[in-house]
């Protein structure tokens, strides 16, 4: 019993010293008002998110064909379903393939799709034919590129690469002999292209009303039946040859007409028949919007035709128009000119006004004329307002009387950072300068001073009064009207300084 009770204590006791020692060792608490500087943390400066980019992405959802197995030389179709993945609409979405293994047909291997808004899908089928090239392999690829613009007018580009499944059929064992060569069959098919355009009007405006030249082309390898050219875009539609009878026509309704619209017509029009590789003129008269802000446009054109079996055909092609923002000005007189003499100086109150529905900042304004000597004739305008005026004050000496021309130039930049000029041509009319005849040299000379007047004739009784003021002792000369000028001096002006007279 003292061995167990000697044990106990023992443990009672090391327990305890175990206690003591464990909250020596443990740090004594900090108080509130008393933190190490070591703990004293710095703030750290919150960073500012920035806005997220806003951006289309178009990507290719799925792509599937309408048959089950694709052997060298066999025709199928392709459909392709897009998404624009991104946060923002794709515009002008255009899908072209580059031949390779695949060759496109049909559409020419350019597919135009228009908008697609975010998280938004868009299908389209694409006829392919396998080429010879992939005899032999097991899986055959199709490269597809997109290119589309965002709401600002970005422009992106993304690449694809579709890959297919390739059965080559089996050759039974030959012998040896010669063989000739297999021909893979050519596809006769028409294709219409647009190989140029022109506008009657050359610089295209807001409101401004124009016609759109066309030269359509037949490149392909068959004739083209019942042409149709849709301008903005569309489809025809109709029976197949040999198939069940379907509604057809043609669709122009879904075009683009925000910026250009047909007048006079609707954007639907015929062009008939084209055979290989001829070409035809074609035209549609439009107008441009008057909210149209200036810049470059693109504008899709649709051509739908048939073959020789009578197969549906659309080709699309796409041209850009420039529309401009020209300003519009007044150059003229701001007060009556004076009359205009050959060879003597005058003033040109020339003056130029902003008539235009915006400010612009305009250049040099210059003012030259043939036959015509001109001084300070060059002005800087710089920015003039809506309504806003300056003048040019030239000089102006004409070489010649008759009628003279002023060529008035004024220099801006346009919205495509090209210098302009607008041009202003003001008629004047220069008369002869008068000739002023000189007086009569020296004193003694015709009408000169110190000439004596001429004698009036007396009648009978002037001579007969001057005959009694002689009896009676008077002065009976004859009398003038003037006595002798005295001598003074008399100056004129006259060019090249006074010059003084003497009697």
Avoid: C
Wanted: no cysteine.
């Amino acid at each position: 019993m003292n061995t167990k009770l000697v044990r106990t204590r023992l443990i009672y006791l090391l327990w305890t010293a175990m206690t003591i020692l464990g909250l020596l060792a443990s740090p004594s608490p900090a108080r509130a008002d008393e933190t190490p500087e070591a703990t004293q943390a710095e703030p750290t400066p919150t960073a500012t998110p920035k806005p997220p980019h806003r951006r289309p992405i178009v990507v290719v959802q799925s792509y599937s064909t309408d048959v089950d197995t694709i052997t060298p030389g066999l025709s199928f179709n392709a459909f392709i379903m897009l998404v624009n993945s991104g946060t923002s609409t794709a515009t002008n979405l255009v899908v072209s393939f580059n031949p390779g293994d695949f060759t496109p047909t049909e559409t020419g291997g350019v597919v135009a799709l228009g908008t697609v808004y975010p998280n938004n899908r868009t299908d389209f089928k694409q006829p392919l034919i396998a080429s010879s090239e992939t005899w032999g392999k097991r899986l055959a690829s199709l490269q597809m590129t997109i290119s589309y613009n965002d709401e600002e007018g970005a422009l992106y580009t993304e690449e694809f690469l579709l890959t297919f499944g390739i059965t080559t059929p089996s050759i039974p064992a030959v012998t040896a002999t010669p063989t000739p060569s297999p021909t893979s069959a050519t596809i006769l098919r028409p294709q219409l292209v647009i190989s140029s355009y022109t506008t009657d009007v050359s610089v295209l405006q807001p409101g401004s009303q124009f016609n759109l030249e066309l030269t359509v082309q037949n490149v392909g390898n068959a004739k083209a039946h019942r042409v149709t050219m849709i301008v903005g875009g569309g489809s025809a539609h109709g029976s197949i040859p040999g198939g069940t009878p379907e509604p057809g026509g043609t669709s122009g309704s879904g075009g683009e007409f925000t910026n250009f619209a047909p007048l006079g017509s609707s954007n639907v029009s015929t062009i008939g028949d084209l055979d290989i590789g001829d070409s035809t003129q074609a035209d549609q008269s439009l107008i441009v919007n008057v909210t149209t802000n200036p810049g470059a446009y693109s504008m899709k054109i649709s051509f739908a035709y048939l073959d020789e079996r009578g197969n549906i055909f659309t080709d699309d092609q796409v041209i850009t128009l420039l529309v401009y923002s020209v300003p519009s000005v007044e150059v003229s007189f701001y007060m009556e000119t004076p009359p205009f003499f050959a060879g003597q100086p005058n003033m040109l109150p020339l003056q130029i006004t902003n008539l235009g529905k915006k400010s612009v900042v305009f250049g040099n304004m210059r003012v030259m004329a043939e036959g015509a000597q001109l001084s300070n004739n060059v002005y800087l305008v710089g920015f003039l307002d809506t309504g806003g005026y300056t003048s040019l004050d030239a000089t102006l000496i004409p070489d010649q009387p008759g009628p003279l021309e002023l060529l008035v130039t004024v220099e801006y930049v346009d919205d495509f950072n090209q210098s302009q000029t607008i041009t202003k041509t003001i008629p004047i009319e220069v008369q002869e300068m008068p000739i002023f005849e000189p007086p009569p040299e020296g004193p003694d000379g015709p009408g000169g001073f110190g000439e004596p007047l001429p004698t009036p004739e007396e009648t009978f009784w002037q001579k007969v009064w001057r005959f009694v003021k002689g009896l009676l002792g008077l002065d009976s000369g004859i009398s003038t009207s003037q006595g002798p000028i005295e001598s003074f001096p008399m100056e004129m002006p006259m060019e090249g300084g006074p010059i003084q007279f003497l009697p």
